[in-house]
């Protein structure tokens, strides 16, 4: 009876860890489509790392002015 609930409590666990984790990573998708446009000198703020390693900007980055 024991070995059941506990098979079952940690299917719970692996059930809302799986949920919380496709719920998170849409949240960091949203995030990351929000703040891809702004300048440089605000990138350097929001982000953690460098927005690109190529030296010549994407296309969207002329189209913005940035």
Known sequence: MIDILFFSFIKDI???IIIFLIIFCGF???LNNLFWYYKASVRSVVEVGPP??????LQ???FFGT
């Open 14 to 16: 692996g059930k809302f």
């Open 28 to 30: 960091m998708f949203g």
């Open 52 to 57: 690109h390693s190529s030296g010549d900007g």
């Open 60 to 62: 969207a980055e002329k």
